[in-house]
Nanobody, 120 residues
Framework: QVQLVESGGALVHPGGSLRLSCVAS????????SGWYRQGPGKEREFVAF??????????NYADSVKGRFTISRDDAKSTVYLQMNNLKSDDTAVYYC???????????WGQGTQVTVSS
């Protein structure tokens, strides 16, 4: 069983930055692809960013709304995926969730989420 724990959420002013972390346990995380999603107030959960496993090139993908502002990265030695968020906007206010899925397997694991609030 894979457990994911997010951290790093906070209240930040518009234009500010945050780095979210998602630590995985219970598995060889290097075999997993991972992503970040978010759910804002009154909204459905939406895709934010994705990173492939390093064995598959570590390719990344982003939602158009965060391209150029957010960066996803991973440190498999620490079983951690990061989301660096810069130039934050009020629309970025949401609970941010990470997930992980082993390539070729159907199970998708989710963390409990971390709250990001962007407000002046």
């Amino acid at each position: 069983q894979v457990q994911l724990v997010e951290s790093g959420g906070a209240l930040v002013h518009p234009g500010g930055s945050l780095r979210l972390s998602c630590v995985a346990s219970g598995t060889d995380f290097g075999r997993y692809v991972s992503g970040w999603y978010r759910q804002g107030p009154g909204k459905e959960r939406e895709f934010v960013a994705f990173i492939n496993s390093k064995n598959s090139g570590g390719l990344t993908n982003y939602a158009d709304s965060v391209k150029g502002r957010f960066t996803i990265s991973r440190d498999d030695a620490k079983s951690t995926v990061y989301l660096q968020m810069n130039n934050l906007k009020s629309d970025d206010t949401a609970v941010y969730y990470c997930n992980a899925q082993r390539a070729g397997f159907s199970d998708v694991y989710w963390g409990q989420g971390t709250q990001v609030t962007v407000s002046s």
